[in-house]
């Protein structure tokens, strides 16, 4: 790509130059979580040495200075996802606490006996498990999509399911285990005419595309600021202003009302009747400085590098015998997921490390997918914007070397 600058970007990651194993580290466990650049180290450190107070409760300044860091990090997530509104934007712990938050907030005010609620066979199993425990508490009853043998939702089943008893659609932007991007503008669409709310799991989009909420129209989009080159505990949900006011609490407790008594308790306005008790400021602050980060480079370019890295590693790997690719959707980001024959996952994750090459073996917490492969788990190399083709290219002798010890 054109003005992209790899090897500039690999020195702003000072966990890139360490050696594992005595072997220049790879990281390629990118989807699980990504690494932090030193500017986002430094904000953290700045905030712990110089801002630090707890926010919202006091007149004196360093809680200012804390409160306005965090409010300020608020801005930056709307302004990098585009949301209307800044009170669009809640600070969550992470994707799961976020899709959680909905379900409690949204799913048991709204959804009751009998009704439906539509997710895929692709999704992570915290776009799952939440969804399955409403179901069982309020009888409503969960209808899945089916995935094709690219790994492609398969979209007149996603339409023929909508009946008069759907009320929510619960589906992922990019799948973790088979990188698939779905055709999410196009189902909220189709949810939307007939009157169905749609949260968007966006955990492995945000990181490597461009991102409108707007534009998109979802009602709800979650993501994580681990997967973001920020720190772990923290992470989005967007809502519509007009859903979240509607919506009952999570959590209860501090900050999150206007005022309370033993006969009555008022809540506060959104975000922040969302956001009970002291929320991860430094973490908040520093996903801020992280997406900066990653809009300095732009989203557009780190997608293109990051197709190139697949593309590279995706024709290489279809050519290797006995290597067989999981997920071959035509659109795809940055995650390849294989087996090798004759080899456990595990094993082949034990002997690349062994050469410094970081990669994720199992069901990805997406066993439904593996399931639908008659897998019990596969390798996953998951790329971000600082890997290189050089680093892919090692992965491929790693692959290879594997083969070797167990021809
Ligand atoms: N959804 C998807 C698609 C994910 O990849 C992940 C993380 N692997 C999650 C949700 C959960 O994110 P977190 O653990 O940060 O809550």
Redesign the pocket.
């Known amino acids: 790509v054109q003005g992209f600058d790899v090897e500039r970007i690999r020195a702003d990651f000072p966990i890139l130059k360490l050696q594992v194993n005595s072997k220049p580290l790879v990281y390629l466990d990118n989807?699980?979580?990504s690494q932090m650049p030193q500017q986002v180290i430094d904000r953290l450190v700045r905030y712990q040495t110089t801002q630090h107070a707890n926010i919202n409760r006091a007149v004196h300044s360093l809680s200012e200075i804390a409160t306005n860091a965090y409010e300020q990090a608020r801005r930056k997530l709307q302004h990098f996802i585009h949301a209307r509104e800044e009170r669009e934007v809640i600070f969550t712990?992470?994707?799961?606490?976020?899709?959680n938050l909905v379900m409690h907030g949204y799913g048991r005010k709204f959804i009751g006996p009998g009704d439906e609620i539509i997710l895929t066979t692709m999704?992570?199993?915290?776009?799952i498990v939440p969804w399955q425990m409403l179901a069982e508490e309020k009888g409503a009853t969960i209808r899945v999509v089916p995935i094709n043998d690219a790994g492609e939702l398969v979209i007149e089943d996603y339409e023929r399911l909508f009946n008069k008893r759907t009320k929510f659609v619960s589906v992922?932007?990019?799948?973790?285990?088979l990188g698939t991007i779905n055709p999410i503008k196009q189902m909220i669409a189709f949810a939307h005419a007939r009157g169905v709310p749609v949260l968007v799991?966006?955990?492995?989009?945000v990181p490597h595309m461009p991102v409108d909420v707007q534009d998109l129209d979802c009602d709800f989009y979650?993501?994580?600021?681990?997967?973001l080159c920020g720190p772990?505990g923290i992470?989005i949900l967007y809502g519509k202003a007009a859903l979240l006011e509607r919506m009952q609490p999570f959590k209860g407790g501090g900050d999150m009302i206007l005022s309370v008594t033993f006969e009555k308790t008022t809540y506060n306005t959104i975000p922040h009747k969302f956001e009970a008790g002291t929320p991860p400021i430094a973490a908040a602050i520093g996903l801020a400085t992280a997406v900066d980060y990653l809009s300095t480079i732009g989203m557009e370019a780190i997608e293109q590098h990051e197709l190139s890295l697949l593309h590279h590693a995706t024709t290489q790997l279809s050519r290797m015998p006995g290597v067989r690719i999981i997920g071959t959707a035509k659109s795809k980001a940055a995650v390849l997921s294989f087996t090798v024959d004759g080899v456990h996952p595990h094993d082949i994750g034990t002997l690349l490390n062994q050469d410094g090459i970081a990669v994720r073996t199992g069901h990805?917490?997406?066993q439904p997918v593996m399931q639908r492969y008659k897998l019990p788990a596969t390798s996953r190399a998951s790329f971000a914007f600082y890997n290189t083709l050089s680093e892919v290219d090692t992965l491929v002798a790693g692959i290879r070397s594997v083969q070797k010890v167990f021809a």
């Open positions: 989807a699980a979580s712990s992470g994707t799961t606490d976020a899709i999704e992570h199993h915290s776009n992922m932007h990019v799948s973790n285990a799991d966006g955990a492995q989009a979650a993501f994580s600021g681990h997967k772990t992470g990805h917490c997406a």
